[in-house]
Structure formats: C-alpha cells, structure tokens
C-alpha cells in the first residue's frame, strides 16, 4: 500500500478519517517513552514559568519606563534575536562561498 495516504477524505457526502493508532499505544505502553515524555512537559512548564516570570515584570518596567527610555528598553529585548539572525546569516555565506 501507499505510505502516504490522505488523513481525511470526503467521499460520497460521508468524511473518513484514517487513524493509526498502534503507534500511540506503542509508546504509552513503554516506560521509557512516557517517561522521557512527561519530563520534557516538566522542562517545558519550567521554561514557561521562567519566561513569565522575568518577562512581565521587564514588560511592566517597560510600560512604566519614562517615553525616552522605552525604545533603548525595547532594543534591548530585540537584540538577542537580531545576534542570532546575524550569525545565521554569516554561517550562510560561509556555506555558499566559492571555497565554502
């Protein structure tokens, strides 16, 4: 058979949804997985907590900041994804130089 067959599929007026779900149960009957799964849901709830944790208080200082300070405040948190951008970018020209 085709690997790559359509999810759902309307037909006749009727819509049928393919699922496989043995898969799913695979993984929910080995301890590893789940395991491995429940930790990186605790590592994402704890990198979300962080998040806001330092991110509203710096959004408050920054709504309250005085109409000058704001766009240094803002540049501030822009920043970090402007650098990594940026680094993306040279390791592109590396890649696609003549001797790259």
Same mark, same amino acid.
């Given at each position: 058979g085709d690997p790559f067959v359509s999810l759902v599929s309307y037909v006749d007026g009727i819509i049928h949804i393919k699922l496989k779900?043995?898969?799913? !149960?695979f993984v929910l009957q080995?301890?590893?997985?789940?395991?491995?799964? /429940? $930790?990186?849901?605790k590592y994402a709830?704890?990198?979300?907590?962080t998040c806001l944790l330092i991110g509203y208080p710096f959004a408050y200082f920054m709504a309250r900041a005085r109409a000058t300070i704001r766009p240094i405040l !803002?540049?501030?948190?822009?920043?970090?994804?402007?650098?990594?951008?940026? /680094? $993306?970018?040279?390791?592109?020209?590396?890649?696609?130089?003549?001797d790259g």
């Open positions: 779900v043995s898969n799913y !149960l080995d301890k590893l997985y789940v395991l491995t799964y /429940l $930790r990186s849901i709830a704890a990198t979300t907590l !803002l540049m501030l948190v822009m920043l970090p994804f402007w650098t990594s951008f940026l /680094l $993306r970018i040279y390791a592109w020209k590396g890649i696609l130089a003549n």
